[in-house]
């Protein structure tokens, strides 16, 4: 085994940096920090905090000089930055590499398809012109996506015929100059699920069951695990496939591989993310060892956890800002309800639709346990107060 990397550096400041400072603590890694704002969600907690532009080569450089190995927090730091980050020594987990595959949806579906993985039909395509033949010829209704700088929805439209080819071409207006138009067959799907796997360096890997994920306006508003309804071979299969992709790609850390489940069973790679993910918050109270501390694991080239449940069921449901502006005045009432939920809160601003923290209710029946983890979402969500 290669030397334990001691000191990690985090690049950016979001909750996901905040949830791996948790677990670095009973590992005993050092976290540093480079973080976009001296008041972010991560820089509240942790120690050693830089601020700066994650795009500006001479800042990440300083940054990276006092860690044994850098990651992410988000996938958007520039892929020349990141190699000459390794040609000047540093380990960069997952590095450029790898990292282009969940910066460039075109990459990752050229890349994805020629390992033989299951896509939509796809085509990049330069002009509406071309958008229109891929139409014609797949058939309406298509998606259409900026291959870089969308998320959480953005970057992504459904054109239902010719006469909206246009739309996505002005869309790109504001996103990341080196981004392209990707046309996509319009998958008809049941339900969205994810994959998470984490692999190290040196190749070992394991797997956390397949969750179903609810998705609201390209938004991630929970997740239930194990994937109900899942066949034994299709949650094997989808393990495996999510594993192979780790392999190929030489992803180290989590990667995350969320599917669409079609309605006529056919479950295809919508996107892929190197980094702990929202679908896998669940595994903090419902997997023996969390997302984040098998990330920081794999990063530190340290042995990974076991991934087995601590109950049959989790799930998990974002808070998302709502009319309660004070989330911590509303867990007492929370925890005293049902004190068997953990409520991780993300210290940010009250924002309407923002992210600010999660629930998760582990329990015997998926029913019961969604309606426990919904009601006390919905609560400090300010749900019914109106």
Not at 216 to 241: S, Y
Not at 262 to 288: S, Y
């Amino acid at each position: 085994m290669s030397e334990t990397a001691a000191t990690i550096g985090v690049i950016g400041g979001g909750q996901l940096a905040r949830m791996m400072h948790a677990a670095s603590i009973g590992l005993g890694l050092r976290l540093r920090l480079l973080a976009e704002g001296p008041d972010v969600s991560a820089a509240q907690v942790v120690r050693e905090v830089s601020v700066g532009d994650y795009t500006d080569p001479a800042t990440v450089a300083t940054f990276a000089a006092g860690c044994d190995a850098v990651t992410f927090d988000h996938e958007h730091v520039p892929t020349a930055i990141l190699h000459d980050l390794e040609r000047a020594g540093v380990a960069v987990r997952p590095g450029p590499d790898a990292l282009v595959h969940a910066q460039d949806k075109a990459v990752m579906r050229s890349r994805l398809t020629a390992l033989g993985v299951p896509c939509p039909a796809y085509r990049v395509v330069a002009d509406a012109a071309e958008l229109v033949a891929f139409g014609d010829q797949q058939g309406w209704p298509v998606i259409a996506k900026t291959s870089r700088g969308g998320y959480d929805g953005k970057g992504v439209w459904k054109l239902d015929s010719a006469a909206d080819a246009a739309v996505p071409f002005d869309g790109l207006q504001g996103l990341r100059r080196d981004a392209v138009v990707i046309a996509e067959e319009f998958v008809d799907f049941a339900r969205e699920l994810s994959v998470l796997v984490v692999r190290r360096a040196g190749g070992q890997a394991v797997a956390y069951p397949v969750s179903e994920t609810v998705q609201t306006d390209g938004i991630c508003t929970a997740t239930v695990t194990p994937a109900p309804g899942l066949r034994a071979d299709q949650e094997r299969d989808l393990k495996a496939m999510a594993l192979r992709i780790a392999e190929a790609l030489g992803v180290v850390g989590v990667l995350a591989v969320e599917l669409m489940q079609a309605r006529d069973g056919r479950i295809v790679v919508n996107e892929l993310a190197m980094r702990p993910h929202n679908t896998g918050h669940w595994t903090i109270d419902g997997a023996r060892t969390s997302q984040f501390e098998n990330h920081l694991r794999a990063v530190a080239d340290l042995p990974l956890g076991s991934t087995a449940m601590t109950a049959p069921v989790a799930v998990m449901v974002n808070v998302l800002g709502g009319s309660r502006p004070d989330l911590v005045a509303g867990l007492g009432k929370v925890l005293a309800d049902d004190p068997g939920l953990r409520v991780q809160l993300y210290g940010k601003q009250v924002v309407p639709g923002r992210k600010v923290g999660h629930v998760t209710a582990v329990g015997e029946d998926v029913d019961a346990t969604m309606e426990r983890a919904w009601r006390a979402a919905n609560y400090l969500m300010g749900a019914g107060d109106e």
